[in-house]
Structure formats: C-alpha cells, structure tokens
C-alpha cells in the first residue's frame, strides 16, 4: 500500500468513528431541544438566548446519559441481548457500516474495559503451512488445554472456544490490540514487524528418497 493510501485509511479509522458520533450526538440533541416541553423550559416561550442554549446542552447531556444507562440495563436482560445479536447481524450485513460499527464498537469496549480479558494473541496451524490468530483466554481444562477464542474477521464479536495443546500454540509477540487491528480490517492493515514463515514442501522423488524444498 502506497503511502498516501495508508495515511488516508489511517485518517479515516481516527476520523470516521468521532464524525459519526458527533452526528449522532448533533442529531439527538436537535431532537431534543425541539420537543415543546424542553422548548419552552429552555427559552421560556421567548426567542432562544445563549443561557438558554448552555442549559439545553446539559439537559440533552443528562437525557443521553439517562437513555445509556436505560439500555444498558436493558442489555442485561434476555430481550436486550436478542436486540443487540438482531443489531450486531443487522450491521453486519451493510459493507462500509460494519466496518465503522464494528471499529466504534471496539473503541468503546476497549476504552471502558481494556484489553485484559484477552491474553496473548497466538498463532494456531489448523492445515499444514497455514495459520490463524486467536487469542489466550488464560483459562485451562482439565486435562491442562490451553483455552483459546479465535475471532472471525472482520467481525470480531463471533468466533470460536477452542481447546489447545499448548504444544500446538506459537506466541507472536504482538500486542493485543495489533492482532485486533489486523483482524478486524480483515488482513489489509499493514504490520510494523511481519515474521518470516517459510513452508517446507516434501516431495519423493520417483525412486523412493525424499527430498525437502
């Protein structure tokens, strides 16, 4: 990817999540500020001021902070987790909207919750040459199986709960959010470090020896 491509898909990943909650944002509180009650509590019946102004951005702030803490309630509930699988495959389906979705969607939970429930990235060999990134949950079975959870890409919220022989586990040596990034844009993010992986390919030749390439 040539320079002005990568710096403009950087731009985007920093740029494209904030305009579109400030949209939202701007949205809402439009929305709000032109409901009569709060109309007239603001401006009193008369022409808008700038007190009037001040005092509706808090009310809107209040409003959102209130309806966030109504839906988050409700995610605890069966019927908010239906709602919020229909949402995640609704999103999921609309190509550049997924994309920001599932980007914002991460930023948050990173930011609220960090990295921590996720260990490691590794690297699993499910085919011979052929490798997939999942990450350690820090957790074993009985029988001493590394647990792992292994995102589909680009939407990281499904994937699989595999259990592993740690002798079948390669560490990378990448951050967490690294192997997040590189999952979530599909493989087209650009690495700061990319390992050499050389495929050994063994063929036998017509009179019986085996030969290594």
């Known amino acids: 990817m040539s ?3 990568r710096d403009f898909a950087s731009g985007l990943v920093v740029l494209v999540p904030l305009i579109v909650i400030i949209y939202i944002f701007t949205i809402f509180y439009n929305s709000i500020i032109k409901i009569p009650f709060v109309s007239t509590l603001l401006t009193g019946g008369s022409d808008p001021t700038t007190e ?5 951005f808090f009310v ?3 409003i959102f902070v209130l309806l966030v803490l109504s839906v988050g ?9 239906v709602l919020e699988s229909g949402i995640d495959a609704a999103m999921n389906k609309v190509p550049l909207v997924r994309i920001v979705y599932n980007a914002s969607k991460l930023a948050v939970e990173t930011a609220l919750t960090g990295t921590e429930d996720l260990q490691k990235p590794v690297r699993l060999e499910t085919w011979p040459g052929i490798r997939m990134t999942a990450f350690k949950t820090g957790k074993k079975t009985a029988d001493g199986r590394e647990i792992v959870f292994m995102p589909t890409a680009p939407n990281i919220t499904t994937g699989f ?4 022989d740690p002798d079948d586990i390669e560490e990378t040596g990448e951050k967490v ?3 997040l990034t590189r999952v ?3 493989g087209f993010a650009e690495q700061d470090h990319i390992d050499e992986f ?3 390919v063994t063929e036998e030749s017509t009179d019986g020896q085996v030969t290594n390439e």
């Open 3 to 5: 320079s002005w491509r």
């Open 52 to 56: 009037s102004e001040v005092f509706g």
């Open 60 to 62: 809107a702030i209040i």
């Open 73 to 81: 309630y409700l995610m605890r509930t069966t019927v908010g987790r």
């Open 161 to 164: 709960v595999m259990e592993v």
């Open 177 to 179: 959010e690294e192997a």
């Open 184 to 186: 979530l844009s599909a």
């Open 198 to 200: 050389n495929i050994e």
